[in-house]
């Protein structure tokens, strides 16, 4: 089942190490949210657009177009109610608050999108990996990447557990409210059953495999910083110092009189 | 606090971490939401599984709930709020274990297995609790980040959170608690009493409590008068804009943050009350 | 590191002679059990022996599984009594990750064991908590795949691998660690055929690299054959210990103990010959004592059977050049045309993968036809939801553990009646009467989660008849089951169709598609490609075998005469030797009885 969001492909992002990618994406978000004119998150946008182009990521960010537009759209729509500004321009909304509106709306859609980049461009096993080399103590990653492998089998069941439900007549669509809440009993129970009929077998399994065997362990998945992702992670440390400079220091691509 | 880090030696504890993530992530997926009010906001289905497998499987529960959060991130909607989002939905998969037996009056002192009508009552605290604690979290994180107004995610998120499972909730882990136990599985039985920590963790109930409906009782009506009021009753009645808006809600809401912070480090859950159960495994 | 474990262990296996398991009086009790699942057992397995270890459910095949490498004590919970030692060492006072590098244990569910995001990874795993360096790692992973016979699929998700792949790539995982003790509890239970084939394909290979001992739980004999030595359980103790051709010759004990016997072996053993393990050998031994099918019995038998399906009703489903092409555009049915008459009990089989289950999933309306039409009881099945067309067609999955989840039996069985709005008095009574039909009468207030793999299968059958449905689908309904549990349930369909349900079973289990069905459908590719009687389907070998599919023994050997045998009764009635009289005694010439008699333990 093709839940994630993975792209097979072999692109100058692909090849980037994961480790820079992330520094990349925290540079991103640090960026996107440093101020509120638009300007700098719709330039972000654009940015991140032309990066799903290099990356081949234009088919995972279908996926979520819908999302994105809905969110642009509420995130507008709820700031030009709730923040205020000098200047009317229609009903209730001011000319500085529908700004700040658009700019949020901006700023949350171009750092999802620049995540399902990361994402379309990053497989399970590097974030994994990545995580461990910057510090996560192993278990934690383990549990992490095991969840990852874990979900196509519930997910799954879950399809399943909903059909053989179905055969046996349960209607969630139909009754009252409390009604169809309580149908999803018979749908939750062998969900959670399943998960937990297996963790004796999946302890077994990791204990047969010599887990924790020694107190360090060897990591077969190589990373390697190699010159461009230097370039990458430098240029995302620079990033970072400006989204940070942008919203301590200094009063650039604010938006006057807008108070919130 | 200490059998959170320990749990991290038991393979079977472990594997509930991944497990608990893998189901929380997997059910989004095949469950279609209930819708509440049709195109505004849906109960997702999947908001049962933190505080049932919170009193089923304690510590394991709050770091599952937290990486399959994460992973359901992954799915599409990774961005500046999956931070506040990892460390909120470990709120709500903490709060009801540590709490539970430790709400005075309206504890039950016995098991969460869901046979009387106290427990319940419990079991309805515990997950309100939860779900705030894991609302104002995630909703002060996106209003640091000027991302989304406090009322308006806040209040969502602890809907959400609450309405599914305090309903449904009590039945599925009824249907459970007693299946589980008699596998050897509940936290308590596969962890020592050694690796638990010890204590009445009074105070860290309290923080809890404190922190959560204090920072959102505080954060709505900041973020409602101070920001929706005044374009219905004109400009400046609340004197120096400066005060009002986000930056005073930000930081008005820090020492509850705080409050939750510490409420990890202080509470203490009860390991007597499935004192009983044998630690053993089934065939 | 490593090799100094190893030459430490070896110097303990040469003090205490060179055994690569030894268990002494082990008895071990799991926690809250009633019963010894290990009961004073005493094995001692030889390095680089092939020992196949045979038994139903709850023999002790697991358990002793656990002992090899640790799991019992260390993991599991209970009570052990005796020792058991791996090359010398014992297990009791080794820690179980140490005894990983020793002793590599395979598990019968392959979901279970797999923890890693590619297939690459998932062999290294084992290696890498071992602190091997990377390129030793980067070798075995090569070695491990190319053994298995899964070079190529490096970068894919197990996720998206078969069965019978996964069961490989937890082999090659295991493989990876290099032990010297591979041991596979029942890997290829829950398999299917081609699954089944890959799994001992390797166990084969395996066998013949000298390194390796081997230790298999199996109840599936027909793969013991290639044994060094088969040791079979029964309660916690041994009762069989010999070569195959000792312990499989005793055909009608194996199946009094639960062990699926040797269909070749059971017939000749129930016709007083010599001993025969292959279809070949017991063809060549049965035509050269003059054994032939008698005609008149067999003209008897084509009689009531062709009665039989002259007694079939109207016609109740029917599939019209049915095509089905799942949402991400895998094509599963191409123009499959196929009609059910009332009273049939039809087994729908095929590969995993051939369509026969999207075949199936129409007559209840899960799936809706992409092109052409089905009809239930006349009625096209578009327009009608899978709530209305549940009255009609009764879905039993394959997993009882999908659809398992009330507190009681009763309310399990009474949630199909309930949904369809059937009156509470009525409720009782329909579910007492599904509970007697399943043989569960008098147990409705149990936890159905606390029964038996095998009830709870019937559990989930109780559940679709309480809804009183005409036709009954079950989908592998004995998959995951022990023979005896097998049998069982189809002894119950039985029933079900003889007191006038329409039935139909989607399996790979050949030998219960031979013994119970009336018809058989072979789905090869999305289309049908056998229909017909069950004697006139398994007859055309060949055919079955384009399909992946393999008679049972004893139909093979009813093919090498010139008629399908579909049972091991059958067999024995069908078969006379008109020149009987004068024959020498068969005991002269049958030295694997004697044997299998003095091997008993």
Redesign the interface.
Known sequence: ?????YVEADTPLHRLDPRAKMLMLLAL?LM??AV?HPVLPGGLFLLVLVLAHVGRAWR?LR??RT?LFIIGVF?TV??S????GETPLFG?VQVEALLYGIG?GF??VS??AG??V??ATT???EI?TGLIRIGV?Y??A??????????????G????????????????ESGGF?Q???K???????????????????????????????P???????LEFRPADWITAATGAALVVTALYLRLFSDALRIPGL?? | MKELLTMWRHTRMIILVALTAAVYAAVLIPFKAIPLIPGITEIRVAQIIPPVASLLFGPAAAWGTAIGNLIGDLFGTFGPGSFFGFIGNFFLGFIPYALWGRLGFLSSGQEPAMRNSRQVVEFVAVVLVSAVACAVIIAWGLEVLGLLPFAVLGNIITLNNFIFPAIVGPILLGLLYGRVKRWGLLWTQIMPAEDISTGRGTVGTGLAIVGSFGAYVLGNWISISGGALPFAAGFGQFGDPAVVGKASLVWALAPFMLALLLALFLCRPRTDLAASAERGMAA | MERADLTEAAQLASVDGNWAIKADGVSFTYSGAGRKALDGLNLAIRAGEFTVIAGASGAGKSTFCYCCNGLIPHFVRGQLDGDVRVFGRSTGSSKINQLAQDVGLVFQDFEAQLFSTNVELEVAFGPENFALPREEIRRRVRESLATVGLTGLERREPATLSGGQKQRLAIASVLAMEPRVIVMDEPTTDLDPVGKEGVFRVARQLRERAEFTMVVAEHETEEAIGADRVVVLDGGRIVADGSPRAVLARADWLEELGVQPLGAAQVLARLGEPVALTVEEAAARLADRGYRIDPASAARQDAAEAARAAGYGEVVLEARDLAYTYPNGVAALSGANLSVRRGEFVAVVGQNGSGKTTLVKHFNGLLAPTAGEVTVLGRPTTGQSVLQLGRSVGYVFQNPDHQIFAETVFDEVAFGPRNHGVPPGEVKERVAEALAAVGLAGRDREDPFAMTKGERQRVAVASVLATRPHVIVLDEPTTGLDYREQRRMMDLVRRLNEAGHTVIIVTHTMWVVAEYAHRTVVVKDGAIWLDGPTRAVMAREEELLAASLKPPQVVRLGNRLGRAFLSVAEAVRLLERPEAAGDAAPDDAAPGRAAGRGGRG
């Open positions: 089942m093709d839940i994630y969001l978000l996107a949210v509120d995972s996926r979520v999302l995130s709820t700031w109610l709730f923040a205020r209730p949020t700023k949350l750092t999802i995540s399902v990361f994402l497989k399970n096993e994994a103590p278990p934690v383990f549990a992490f990447s095991t969840a990852l492998r874990l979900v196509p089998t519930f997910v069941a879950g399809v399943t557990i909903i059909q053989a439900q179905k055969s046996r007549g349960l209607d969630v409390f169809r809440l309580r999803h009993l018979p749908l939750m129970v062998p969900v959670f059953a399943a998960a937990i009929r297996s963790t004796n077998q999946l302890a077994m399994a990791l204990e047969a495999k010599g887990f924790g065997a020694r360090v362990r060897t990591y077969y998945l190589h108070i919130r």
